[in-house]
C-alpha cells in the first residue's frame, strides 16, 4: 500500500521481496513494467523526459490505488513511477499487486495500470535522432482501456 | 513569494501548456465575474499571445482544483490552487 | 520464448533483464510470481513437495507458450517453474512476458497462468504441522478459469 | 532395463496413483484386446490392491500417450510411454 514518484530506478526482484516478507497469506504477485521504447512513430527515439505535478501526483496515485483495493482482495500493493530523462530501454513504472489468489492480482494491476495512465499527471516529451522534442499525445486506446472497468461483470471476465 | 491575498488564487501550468505560457506558476487576481473553469479559461486567453496559443483548443485543456481533477463547468470559488494541463501520458 | 523445470530459486529482475535487453520495441513486461502459502484449509503448512513428470513437463509448458504466441504479439516471454520441496514464502513459478503495448503482455500472463495450472504435469504435496502429507486437489476454479479464454470475444474485453 | 518387446510399453506413475501403486513405472505387455486409455484402466485395476485403490475412480485420473494428454477414449495402439496420474496441481 504505497505509492513513491522517483528520478532513480527501481529493482523488481526487492520491490517484490519488500511487500511480501512476512505475509504468508500471498499466493500469486504481479508485477507491470513499464519501459521506454527504443522508437515513435517511426523514428529513433534518444530519450524521454517526465515531467509531473507534485503533490498532486502521489494524491492521485494514492487514489487510484485505495480504488483497488476496495475493489480487490490485495494483501499488498505497490506504485512507482520515475521522473526527468530517461533513455530507451529504462524503466519507467512499476506495479505490483499481491493477493491469495492469482486473478485478483492480476486484474488489479491492469486495473492499476489503466487507471494511472489516465488520471496520474505525468507528461511524456520524446526527443528524437533528429533533435526534435515533442509531447506525446494521450491515446484513444488508454480512454476504452479505461471504459471496461465500469461495466463490473464484463471486467471481472 | 507573498500569500496569495483573498481574492487571488496560485496558478499552475505543465507540459506544453506550460511551454507556451513560458512560466511554471503564477499568483493571479480574478477579475469579479469568473466562477467555473470554463470562465478562468477564456479569460486567461485574452492575456497574451502565449496564452492565446496555450488555451486556443478547449477541449484538449485538462484541470485540477487543488490536486483534484474537474471538468470545465466545475466551481472555481475557494480554490487555492489551479492547475492547467494537457491530457495525462504517463505510466 | 523459453520454459524451464528447476529446483533452485529464480530472481525476477534478472530474468526481465536478460528477456528485454537489446529488444528496444518492448514497453511493457508483465511477470506474474506464484508463492507457496502458509497455510491450507486452516492448517499450517510446514513445506510442499512439487513432483512432476520429466520430459513432458517442459514439453507441455512450450506448447502452452507456443498457443499464447500465437494469439498476442509477445516480443519474448518465459516460463520458469521449481520443483522439489519448498518452504512457506518461497517462489513456485514465474511467468514473464513482454510486448510492445501492455494488454498484450497482461492478457498472455493471465493465459499462461490458467493453461499451465490446467495442463502442466506437476503435483503439489503439502505437509503440515500435524505431520500429514497430502496432495493437493485440482480445483474447480482453476476448469472454469480456463474457459473464458474459449469465447475470443470474451477473453480480448 | 531391457528394451520394451513390440507388444510392450512403458507404463509410469505420478502422485497418489504412484503411491497407491508403489512403484514409479513398469514395462508392461498388455494382453490382447485392450485397444483404449480406458481399457487398460480396466485391465490395470484387475493387477492387485494397489492398482485397484489407485483406479477406483477412473473419473479422477489422467492420462497421457507419449507425453501428450489425452482421453479414455483415446486408442493406445503405437504408444510406447502411458503414464497414468491424478488432475495436475502445478503453478
Given amino acids: 500500500m504505497a505509492v513513491r514518484v522517483q528520478a532513480q530506478d527501481f529493482d523488481v526482484t526487492a520491490e517484490i521481496s519488500a511487500l511480501t516478507r512476512g505475509h504468508l497469506g500471498i499466493g500469486a504477485v504481479v508485477t507491470f513494467t513499464g519501459l521506454v521504447r527504443g522508437e515513435s512513430q517511426g523514428e529513433t527515439l534518444t530519450s524521454m523526459t517526465l515531467e509531473h505535478y507534485p503533490g498532486m501526483t502521489e494524491a492521485e496515485l494514492a487514489r487510484v490505488e485505495a480504488e483497488a483495493l476496495e475493489r480487490w482482495p490485495l494483501a499488498a500493493s505497490l506504485i512507482v513511477h520515475r521522473i526527468g530523462t530517461l533513455n530507451p530501454g529504462d524503466n519507467i513504472v512499476l506495479v505490483v499487486t499481491a493477493s491469495p489468489h492469482r486473478h485478483a492480482a492480476i486484474e488489479a494491476a491492469a486495473f492499476l495500470m489503466d487507471y494511472l495512465k489516465s488520471r496520474a499527471p505525468f507528461w511524456k516529451k520524446e526527443t528524437t535522432a533528429s533533435g526534435a522534442g515533442t509531447w506525446v499525445d494521450a491515446r484513444d486506446g488508454d480512454a476504452a482501456a479505461l471504459d471496461r472497468w465500469k461495466h463490473p461483470s464484463k471486467a471481472s471476465e | ?91
Same sequence: chains 1, 3.
Fill in chain 2, 1 to 91: 513569494m507573498s500569500e496569495p491575498t483573498p481574492n487571488a488564487v496560485k496558478l499552475l501550468y505543465f507540459a506544453w501548456v506550460r511551454e507556451k505560457i513560458g512560466r511554471t506558476e503564477e499568483i493571479c487576481d480574478l477579475p469579479q465575474g469568473i466562477a467555473t473553469i470554463g470562465e478562468l479559461i477564456a479569460w486567461l486567453k485574452t492575456r497574451g499571445p502565449g496564452y492565446e496559443d496555450a488555451f486556443q483548443r478547449p477541449a484538449v485543456i485538462r484541470a485540477a482544483i487543488d490536486q483534484v481533477h474537474v471538468k470545465p463547468a466545475t466551481a472555481i470559488s475557494g480554490a487555492r490552487e489551479i492547475a492547467f494541463f494537457p491530457p495525462v501520458t504517463g505510466g
